[in-house]
């Protein structure tokens, strides 16, 4: 496939088989808008438990097309927000994501190296050096030859993978054990036991939202997140000398202290692809095919490479997409009275959020009680983002902000 015409490099590895769209009115124990990690896990996990179960899920585009198929590949025990118990669920979660994908014979390139943030600034240095995992310029080098490192912080709990070998693994699993998939199938709204489709309608007790930043599509679910875009390259193949010296020689994921957002990984055919925020959120959550490329960012990106790896490679593939915030950055699960049920607003750390969600979900849905089903972010209500233009103004102010401090930092 043509690159740059291809959501993701991750993407456009693959070939893909369609699966039929729905066609008329049907009816299931759970219906899933949303063909991506949230609502794949959710139905892989209660078909595992409850084979009886008529499972649909409903995806607009393809298994993989959204966050799930463009991320950057970290599968990490990573949260936005502080939350009591989260880090060790999130953590376990990492390794069932591995655990799952062995034993369906997923090939999705998971390797848990852990992951690096590097200290390259004194100002980053004078937060980082109390952080739990902090370690000296040296031990920081090893694991990462970047430029100008003065220290970093590590941790265990992160793996690299290649996200959309995972989706489309994980529907292949869900396949295997009776859920129907229906791609190509636009969810035009919902209500309790009803999802409305531009191909049918869905009557289910038990109405999974697994939409991720295209919630925000939905009558009535505007304001719940905001969706700001994130933006990617990919270089071509790398000579085994750079890779020496850039090191990552167990496949570690890597960021730096930087407030505005950045991450790599070393991928499994020896690329590097490079991910960061800087695109600006469009008024009225818009999301539109033509904001998952901004020239300005993908510049930013491959300068930034360069700065921190003193390499020019050349840059073979650029892609981006929405992710979802929501207003005070703490992701949820839940399960209403009604029947409607939901996972998301993972605020770009999803991989492994998404596997915990959807395990969790499975456990509200069937009445288990469980740990997950005692953690903070079950049924957890995030306030509505503020109505236009006050959205557009705060969240463009905030990333001008947050731009203008790492340009001091430095």
Not at 43 to 63: F, M, T, W
Not at 359 to 382: F, G, K
Request: net charge positive; aromatic share 8%.
């Amino acid at each position: 496939m043509d690159p740059d015409l291809s959501p993701s490099f991750w993407l456009a590895s693959l070939s893909r088989e369609a699966r039929r769209p729905l066609d008329g009115d049907t009816t299931a124990d759970v219906a899933v808008c949303g063909g991506g990690y949230t609502g794949l896990w959710t139905a892989y996990y209660l078909a595992s438990l409850d084979p009886s179960l008529r499972i649909v899920v409903l995806e607009a585009s393809y298994c993989g097309f959204g966050a799930s198929g463009r991320n950057g590949g970290w599968c990490s025990g990573l949260f936005p927000v502080v939350m009591p118990g989260m880090s060790p669920a999130l953590e376990d979660a990492v390794d069932e994501v591995g655990r799952v994908a062995a034993a369906e014979e997923i090939d999705c390139h998971y390797a848990k190296g852990g992951t690096i943030s590097l200290v390259r600034t004194p100002a980053q240095l004078r937060r980082a050096v109390s952080t739990p995992g902090f370690v000296d310029a040296d031990a920081a080098r090893d694991i990462c030859g970047a430029t100008g490192v003065l220290g970093g912080v590590y941790s265990p709990h992160c793996a690299a993978l290649h996200p959309a070998r995972l989706v489309r693994g994980l529907a292949g699993a869900a396949s295997r054990r009776g859920v129907v998939i229906h791609e190509g199938t636009r969810v035009l709204r919902t209500s309790p036991g009803r999802v409305v489709t531009d191909r049918g309608t869905v009557n289910a007790p038990v109405v999974v939202h697994a939409l991720e930043a295209w919630r925000t599509t939905l009558p009535g679910y505007r304001r719940t997140v905001a969706p700001v875009y994130s933006l990617m390259i990919a270089t071509e193949p790398m000579p085994a000398a750079d890779w020496e010296r850039i090191g990552l020689r167990r496949r570690e994921t890597f960021t730096d202290e930087r407030r505005l957002v950045i991450y790599g990984q070393w991928t499994a055919d020896d690329r590097l692809a490079f991910g960061g925020r800087g695109a600006p959120y469009h008024f009225g959550s818009r999301i539109r095919p033509g904001y998952d490329r901004v020239p300005r960012v993908f510049e930013g990106l491959s300068r930034t490479l360069t700065e921190l790896f003193d390499i020019t490679p050349r840059i073979t593939h650029r892609w981006g997409g929405p992710l979802g915030i929501p207003r005070d950055w703490t992701p949820s699960v839940g399960l209403r009275d009604d029947g409607l049920a939901w996972g998301g607003g993972y605020v770009g750390d999803g991989v492994a959020a998404a596997n915990l969600a959807g395990r969790t979900l499975a456990d509200l849905i069937l009445s288990r009680t469980t740990d997950r089903t005692a953690l903070p972010w079950v049924n957890h209500r995030s306030r509505p983002w503020e109505p236009e233009p006050a959205r557009w103004l705060g969240i463009n102010a905030a990333l001008r902000a947050t731009m203008v401090l790492d340009r001091w930092d430095r």
